[in-house]
């Protein structure tokens, strides 16, 4: 498999993760989404959508969107699972994935920040957009996840643990206030200690300056 991924994204590290808690094989192809390679006709052909991640399996199939690669990863090699047992835990850890996916992540997206620049908003103005929505969504993440367990929904790692160190990490790097969330940093310092996901973020990846 060849996965397109830029060192930095969020969403890269969640495929990442998962790729390598898995333990399946993959080739890295870095877009420079700084530089704008994504834009390019030769990603476009590979992703219309110009985001990362694509994952482009054996056979040449190319997926795009980090859920929807997550979700085919978890059924075409199931173990370990990402998602708890049971329908009602099942909806519960894909609504607090989801809480970081499609609440936090949009919003603060390299393409919105490039945009709001674009109207003549300041770096300053749009650090303290992301840091709004940062705390915004991981104190829902928070209200949302097991207060008992050592990972999010259970013993190991799963959906809602790979979305939060991604996010986590892009917190750390706006140097976001995390005492609130006193929680979800013992959560991703678990995470952290495992060596398939410790190999997934961005200081780790080849082409990191």
């Not at 890295?28 to 990362?52: C, E, F, K, M």
């Not at 008992?148 to 979305?163: I, K, Q, R, V």
């Not at 979800?184 to 410790?198: K, M, P, W, Y």
Request: aromatic fraction near 8%; glycine fraction near 6%.
């Amino acid at each position: 498999m060849k996965l397109y991924s830029y060192w930095r994204s969020t969403t890269s590290i969640r495929v990442r993760a998962a790729l390598n808690l898995k333990g399946l094989d993959y080739d890295i192809q870095p877009v420079d989404l700084v530089a704008g390679v994504q834009r390019g006709a030769d990603y476009t052909a590979v992703n219309p959508g110009r985001g990362v991640p694509a994952l482009v399996l054996d056979d040449g199939t190319v997926l795009t969107q980090s859920l929807a690669i997550l979700d085919y990863l978890d059924e075409a090699h199931p173990e370990p699972p990402l998602l708890p047992q049971g329908a009602v835990a099942r909806a519960q850890a894909r609504a607090a994935a989801h809480q970081i996916a499609l609440d936090i992540h949009p919003v603060n997206n390299l393409k919105v920040i490039g945009q709001l620049k674009a109207l003549g908003h300041s770096q300053a103005d749009t650090v303290a957009w992301m840091l709004h929505w940062m705390r915004e969504g991981f104190t829902a993440f928070q209200g949302l996840i097991r207060p008992d367990t050592p990972f999010c929904f259970g013993e190991a790692p799963g959906l809602a643990d790979l979305c939060l160190v991604a996010q986590i990490y892009n917190a750390r790097r706006w140097d976001a206030d995390l005492a609130p969330f006193a929680r979800l940093v013992e959560i991703d310092a678990r995470c952290q200690e495992i060596e398939a996901i410790a190999r997934a973020m961005p200081d780790t990846q080849p082409n990191a300056p």
